[in-house]
């Protein structure tokens, strides 16, 4: 059970836009904690996709987008590609007094129909 | 440019401890401000934090893990090593280590290394 909780999987048509939730809580999100995102291809290393909420790394493209309100953070592709079909992780810090330390979401799995 | 690569065994028996090394460039963890993450990923699962360091020495651990959790730095061969002890066949997993920068608690990863698969079976 992931202390961050994401849609098993998502799916959209090609061109289309697609949105993945990333749900926490009073101890990580909701007290401040940066949310950032990840792109995992089968039988790679993650790659940072978004940080600090919603900037993004030199290189990837202005198509993804992220947010971030309440206890929730949200990450938005628009203009959906076929090579964006991959896993996508959120990940922040969680401050909980029973063990605090960073924390990811269990992913989603993107698939372009 | 920073790169990291993960070393060690890819099997370990149940009840012995692993021991893995990050070899990185690019950086230096004796900057201030500095660090590395090590992160797993079991097949088919999804990513958990293990253990972080950072360039003055500050060490922080997973709380599930902390008892069986070691992190440490050589600053001069640009590696940090961490060890896990009491290996099960539940810690069958990818072992990644990351470069991360101190950002108020608000660190993220970037980047990291391949990864490497460590199975535990007898």
């Known amino acids: 059970q992931s202390v961050l909780t994401q849609p098993p999987s998502v799916s959209g048509a090609p061109g289309q836009r697609v949105i993945i939730s990333c749900t926490g809580g009073?101890?990580?999100?909701?007290?401040?904690?940066?949310v950032h995102w990840y792109q995992q291809f089968p039988g790679a290393a993650p790659k940072l996709l978004i940080y600090?909420?919603?900037k993004r790394p030199s290189g990837v493209p202005d198509r993804f987008s992220a947010s971030k309100s309440g206890t929730s953070a949200s990450l938005a592709i628009t203009g959906l590609q076929a090579d964006d079909e991959a896993d996508y992780y959120c990940?922040?810090?969680?401050?909980?007094?029973?063990?605090?330390?960073?924390?990811f979401g269990g992913g989603t799995k993107l698939t372009v129909l | 440019q920073i790169t990291l690569k993960e070393s060690g065994p890819t099997l370990v028996k149940p009840t012995e401890t692993l021991t893995l090394t990050c070899s990185f460039s690019?950086?230096?963890?004796?900057?201030?401000?500095?660090?590395v993450a090590w992160i797993r990923q079991p097949p088919g699962k999804a990513l958990e934090w293990l253990a972080l360091?950072?360039?003055?020495?500050?060490?922080r651990y997973s709380p599930s893990l902390k008892s069986r959790l070691t992190i440490t730095k050589d600053t001069s061969r640009n590696q940090v090593v961490l060890t896990m002890t009491n290996m099960d066949p539940m810690d069958t997993a990818t072992y990644h280590c990351?470069?991360?920068?101190?950002?108020?608690?608000?660190?993220?990863?970037?980047?990291w290394g391949p990864g490497m698969l460590v199975t535990v079976s007898s």
């Open positions: 360091i950072y360039w003055d020495d500050d060490k």
């Open positions: 990940q922040s810090y969680d401050s909980t007094l029973s063990g605090p330390g960073w924390v």
């Open positions: 600090g909420n919603n």
């Open positions: 690019g950086f230096s963890l004796s900057t201030r401000g500095m660090g």
């Open positions: 009073t101890s990580n999100i909701w007290a401040g904690y940066d």
């Open positions: 990351a470069h991360t920068t101190w950002e108020l608690l608000s660190n993220w990863f970037d980047p």
